[in-house]
């Protein structure tokens, strides 16, 4: 597709279940990143990935999440455990590289997946 | 560390009047930023960015931003405000440390418009 695609755009769980989310970038994009939004406030950093790798992973809030990108295309949040604290939109963004080979810093957002923990 | 600051979370016009949204950053080097817009229902897109060129920047619908390294500030502005600029607005900040490559989030200022 032509833009940043996350699925499901909701989904409700019960607390200490599992949950995935995932993250299918714009075609061409290196970078992916995750962020989350809670209620009244602004996207907060999670992760960011160039490729394959996590090329930083410091806005984790613990280790019940976890997110991978395997072949470099594709992303899926994981979190394990969930608490109602979890309980926000996550929102997926891509970006391609600059001439200089650095990103753009320009993301491409998804419409987010919005989790609600009970 | 880099940050960004918007003053009010709420900002209302009329219809027609000046649209004005505050944004201050903090960072120890020259930075990137950004203005990102939201629509009810929809993902966040990009307004315009400042990127070390022009100071003022122009974006999408009119909007335009300058940015002041005196006054650390990159605040927003429209001459006139229209019904459907009625959203929420981010202010975000990166910088060369990063790769350019994590953006920090202000808290976000919706804007009402009134007729």
């Known amino acids: 597709g032509a833009g940043v695609s996350q699925t499901p755009s909701n989904k409700v769980t019960e607390k200490g279940k599992y949950v995935e989310l995932r993250c299918d970038p714009i075609?061409?994009?290196?970078?992916l990143y995750w962020y989350r939004q809670s209620l009244g406030q602004g996207p907060e950093f999670l992760i960011y990935?160039?490729?394959?790798?996590?090329?930083?992973d410091s806005g984790l809030p613990n280790d019940r999440f976890f997110a991978v990108r395997p072949e470099g295309s594709v992303s899926t949040l994981k979190i394990q455990r969930t608490e109602r604290g979890d309980s926000a939109v996550y929102l997926c963004?891509?970006?391609?590289?600059?001439?200089?080979?650095?990103?753009?810093?320009?993301?491409?957002f998804g419409e987010g997946s919005r989790l609600t923990v009970l | 560390a880099q940050s960004v600051t918007q003053l009010g979370s709420h900002v209302s016009v009329s219809e027609g009047a000046l649209v004005l949204l505050r944004c201050n950053y903090s960072?120890?080097?020259?930075?990137?930023l950004f203005w990102y817009v939201q629509y009810p229902n929809q993902g966040l897109q990009l307004l315009l960015k400042?990127?070390?060129?022009?100071?003022l920047v122009k974006g999408i619908n009119g909007f335009e931003a300058e940015f002041k390294k005196s006054e650390t500030s990159f605040h927003l502005t429209k001459p006139s405000a229209h019904m459907s600029d009625a959203a929420e607005y981010f202010c975000?900040?990166?910088?060369?440390?990063?790769?350019?490559?994590?953006?920090?989030f202000g808290k976000g200022t919706m804007l009402l418009v009134s007729p």
């Open positions: 960072s120890s080097v020259p930075p990137y």
């Open positions: 963004a891509s970006s391609p590289l600059g001439s200089s080979q650095l990103n753009t810093g320009e993301l491409f």
């Open positions: 400042y990127t070390s060129a022009a100071t």
């Open positions: 075609s061409g994009h290196t970078a």
């Open positions: 990935f160039q490729g394959t790798g996590a090329a930083d």
């Open positions: 975000a900040v990166t910088t060369p440390r990063s790769g350019y490559s994590t953006l920090t």
